[in-house]
């Protein structure tokens, strides 16, 4: 049976720890393929490691400041050309951010990540 967001691809910001690190691991038990982002590499790399481990799902970390615009447009680039999509940003990140932060925005259309 298929999960909830069977192979979608969500790009969680904030990822490193706390809840970030909890959505992102809820996320890849619901079938996504997930990519954690957080200023903090090393911490994104421990976080992806663990729900790798105990997942079937493909995770990996990216270090990203969502201050600096045109960083966080080259890790989307990244993480949507994972396998050419991305169903599911979720920021979770500094105010200072010239975005949108805690929301979560369901991009539809598409392919599935296979």
């Not at 904030?14 to 038990?29: D, E, F, N, V």
């Not at 680039?77 to 169903?87: A, I, Q």
């Amino acid at each position: 049976m298929d999960k909830l967001l069977q192979d979608r691809v969500a790009i969680v910001t904030g990822g490193a720890q706390g809840l970030g690190q909890a959505i992102a691991r809820r996320l890849a038990c619901e079938g996504a393929h997930v990519v954690v982002a957080d200023l903090n590499l090393e911490g994104a790399e421990r976080v992806a490691a663990g729900i790798a481990a105990t997942t079937d799902r493909r995770v990996i970390a990216v270090e990203v400041d969502v201050t600096d615009e045109p960083q966080v447009e080259a890790w989307v680039k990244r993480g949507c050309t994972y396998e050419d999509v991305c169903n599911v940003v979720v920021f979770l990140a500094s105010d200072r951010a010239g975005y949108m932060t805690g929301q979560a925005i369901n991009v539809t259309g598409g392919q599935e990540m296979r």
